[in-house]
T-cell receptor, first 115, second 112 residues
Framework: AQSVTQLGSHVSVSEGALVLLRCNYS??????LFWYVQYPNQGLQLLLK??????LVKGINGFEAEFKKSETSFHLTKPSAHMSDAAEYFC?????????????FGSGTRLLVRP | ETGVTQTPRHLVMGMTNKKSLKCEQHLGHNAMYWYKQSAKKPLELMFVYNFKEQTENNSVPSRFSPECPNSSHLFLHLHTLQPEDSALYLC???????????FGPGTRLTVT
């Protein structure tokens, strides 16, 4: 079984500051890991994904995440926050090749960007 | 149209009404999903279809009835809903189980 924990339901940063959104997962099989972003009144948009290979993955809008197996983490970072980054971010895990099509989502972290 | 589309975007219905939500994907994917997103709750998977066959029903009440006539279209038929069913209903699709899911914009449902 898989599960996801996102630490912090709200994160507030100043424009230009580092963004760090935390995600820890639990999986009994090698996981596939995803970060999605949701802007108000919209669906979820894929930011980046990790399946196999390089543990540092780069996504859209300058975001990246690093898969750390020893820490069971997949934290999302961006060096410099923009006002347009304000949104809700969801980490998700699936069971990789053993997946039954099921993505397990975290509860989400709302990112606030202060001018 | 590109990606995943959903109609209507907003729906208000009484508890005795019958309505349907529609989802269409233009990505050539084989799997489609319905999710429920309520305030302050994690995203809940409701149904999964693969090649038009339902592969998962996540203990969803029978007042929600899905239909998948082909790999591009997915419907969610609603009847005798409760106020607690008010939520954002999201449709998604994926190439197969090893690929990421692409989401539509959702239907905001309010049950009065």
């Amino acid at each position: 079984a898989q599960s996801v924990t996102q630490l912090g339901s709200h994160v507030s940063v100043s424009e230009g500051a580092l963004v760090l959104l935390r995600c820890n997962y639990s999986s009994s099989v090698p996981p596939y890991l995803f970060w999605y972003v949701q802007y108000p009144n919209q669906g979820l948009q894929l930011l980046l994904k990790y399946t196999t290979g390089a543990t540092l993955v780069k996504g859209i809008n300058g975001f990246e995440a690093e898969f750390k197996k020893s820490e069971t983490s997949f934290h999302l970072t961006k060096p410099s926050a923009h006002m347009s980054d304000a949104a809700e971010y969801f980490c998700a895990v699936s069971g990789g090749m053993d997946s039954s099509y099921k993505l397990i989502f975290g509860s989400g972290t709302r990112l606030l960007v202060r001018p | 149209e590109t990606g995943v589309t959903q109609t209507p975007r907003h729906l208000v219905m009484g508890m005795t009404n019958k309505k349907s939500l529609k989802c269409e994907q233009h990505l050539g994917h084989n799997a489609m999903y319905w999710y429920k997103q309520s305030a302050k709750k994690p995203l809940e998977l409701m149904f999964v279809y693969n090649f038009k066959e339902q592969t998962e029903n996540n203990s969803v009440p029978s007042r929600f009835s899905p239909e998948c006539p082909n790999s591009s279209h997915l419907f969610l038929h609603l009847h005798t809903l409760q106020p607690e069913d008010s939520a954002l209903y999201l449709c998604a699709s994926s190439q197969d189980r090893n690929h990421e899911q692409y989401f539509g914009p959702g239907t905001r449902l309010t049950v009065t």
